[in-house]
């Protein structure tokens, strides 16, 4: 079993940054490919972007390509998603999730609580 927990989200207005982390616990000895998705009220939950076992391949939404940074440290056990010049459209419950780079939920078999973002205009 793995368990994820997400830090990091809060209030920002539009153009501002914030930092996610994903701190990775439990059967830790296999270094899952990760990945962060997002869901606003009343939506789907939504691809961001994900990383692969050692770092060297990223993924990003085109909605946020440019803008957020994945990364990964194996040894911390953590996952982040830098987010910069955020939007409104950016406000969501980020979830990070562990068991693939694809950018379909369902490929996944670890999800965290979430973490709530909002983006004020």
């Known amino acids: 079993q793995v368990q994820l927990v997400e830090s990091g989200g809060g209030l920002v207005q539009a153009g501002g940054s914030l930092r996610l982390s994903c701190a990775v616990s439990?059967?830790?000895?296999?270094?899952?490919?990760m990945g962060w998705f997002r869901q606003a009220p009343r939506k789907e939950r939504e691809f961001v972007a994900s990383?692969?076992?050692?770092?060297?391949?990223?993924y990003y939404a085109d909605s946020v390509k440019a803008r957020f940074t994945i990364s990964r440290d194996n040894a911390k056990k953590s996952v982040w998603l830098q987010m910069v010049d955020l939007r409104p459209e950016d406000t969501a419950v980020y979830y990070c999730?562990?068991?693939?780079?694809?950018?379909?939920?369902?490929?996944?078999?670890?999800w965290g609580q979430g973490t709530q973002v909002t983006v004020s205009s």
């Open positions: 439990g059967r830790t000895n296999t270094f899952y490919s």
């Open positions: 999730a562990a068991g693939s780079t694809v950018p379909s939920p369902s490929n996944y078999n670890y």
């Open positions: 990383i692969n076992w050692n770092g060297q391949n990223t």
